[in-house]
């Protein structure tokens, strides 16, 4: 038993390399919240989540004033029982976005913090069903990218050994989606998949529309089709299409997903580490998915999703979309169109100190060594 003794927190701003836009917004921006957790052996854990670009600060306040003080002094390797301390220490203000956003950065520090005592990845560490993951990609699908770039990079990261790749959609008028679909489609043959993405952006009767013109398609999985809240309206779209629904990248609550999935208002679960609270209750989904029979796919966060992916033995994709390249030395290794799970003890990021030293932001760098509750 090693206690925490400090807390280190850090924020770094993300510009992303390409533009990102889909149905409802921009991406453009994306606020890293770091934490940092050092034992009373001197051993360290890092962890981190993520914005799009708005609630940095509030997260980081979160951590700072309510959060890392209540770390100190407790024993690390009890995970569970941080995580549910943490979670009902902000129970007036779960569950949402905020709260979830700063327990996954605090419990992917202490995941990494044990991978590495006990000499273990985290793949193999948390279930070790697999050593690599198959890639789709989504870097090359946004909205505002034109047909025929749509078409050539999918046909580049099919010719790299890519699984899919995500377009996508949301368009004034359904037949322009189903044009820049088809022409994907058409270059890349049958055998490559496509997924699409909504964002959110429909109403129960036009995604029952727009799933109903893209039926020929043969497409992977029609993903956030409607508001993440509206559970029924997903059971509706479900009943009326035979393409797989994909949710979870809004979901922040393992009692959502569990709803969801008897209720029959999903067919992919896409379950993410930055928005469901951490590694902790990630795998809680994901086990709950098998019992479902259903795949995990997780949303974005491919450096730190490949090892859970691969630790399950439903994980079926990993989302090529590059986050941490500006904050790392190693890159997340690919072979063949798969991501292959990190050798390394801990989450198997090689974080780069300088680039993370020179690119926090001074107002949000905290170090906590005393314990409030």
């Not at 914005?51 to 995970?79: C, E, F, K, W, Y």
């Not at 220490?89 to 990494?112: P, V």
């Not at 000499?119 to 279930?127: E, S």
Request: hydrophobic share 45%; glycine share 8%.
């Amino acid at each position: 038993m090693a206690k925490i003794e400090k807390v280190e927190l850090a924020m770094v701003d993300l510009v992303p390399k390409v533009k990102r836009t889909d149905a409802i917004q921009s991406f453009v921006s994306q606020e890293t919240p770091i934490v940092t957790i050092t034992d009373a052996d001197g051993a360290v854990g890092m962890g981190y989540s993520y914005t799009i670009g708005t609630g940095g600060s509030s997260v980081m306040r979160l951590l700072a004033d309510h959060l890392a003080p209540r770390l100190i002094g407790q024993d690390a390797d009890r995970i569970e029982a941080i995580w549910h301390d943490l979670e009902f220490a902000t129970h007036a203000t779960t569950i949402g976005a905020i709260t979830a956003i700063a327990l996954a950065a605090i419990d992917t520090a202490l995941w990494d913090l044990r991978a590495k005592k006990q000499k273990l990845p985290l793949w193999k560490l948390a279930g070790g069903a697999k050593d690599r993951c198959p890639l789709y990609t989504t870097e090359g699908g946004w909205l505002h990218i034109e047909t025929q770039a749509l078409v050539a990079d999918a046909l580049a990261a099919k010719a790299k050994g890519f699984t899919g790749s995500k377009v996508k959609i949301g368009k004034p008028h359904g037949a322009e989606d189903f044009a820049r679909l088809s022409a994907v489609r058409k270059a890349v043959g049958d055998g490559y998949e496509i997924m699409t993405d909504c964002n959110q952006g429909f109403s129960v009767d036009e995604a029952i529309r727009r799933a109903e013109r893209l039926r020929e398609l043969d497409l992977a999985w029609i993903e956030e089709p409607l508001p993440a809240d509206d559970i029924d309206g997903h059971v509706r779209l479900s009943n009326a299409t035979a393409m797989p629904v994909a949710v979870g990248e809004s979901l922040y609550s393992i009692r959502h997903f569990r709803e969801y999935m008897q209720k029959g208002g999903c067919n992919i679960v896409q379950v993410d580490v930055g928005r469901i609270g951490g590694i902790t209750p990630w795998l809680k989904v994901a086990h709950m998915a098998e019992a479902f029979d259903m795949p995990i796919c997780p949303h974005f966060l491919m450096e730190l999703h490949v090892s859970l992916a691969c630790a399950v033995p439903n994980g079926k994709y990993v989302e090529y979309i590059p986050q941490l390249d500006e904050l790392t030395g190693k890159k997340m290794a690919i072979e063949n169109g798969h991501a292959l799970a990190p050798s390394e003890p801990g989450l198997g990021i090689d974080w780069d100190f300088d680039a993370l030293k020179a690119r926090s932001i001074a107002e949000f760098s905290v170090t906590v060594t005393e314990r409030r509750d």
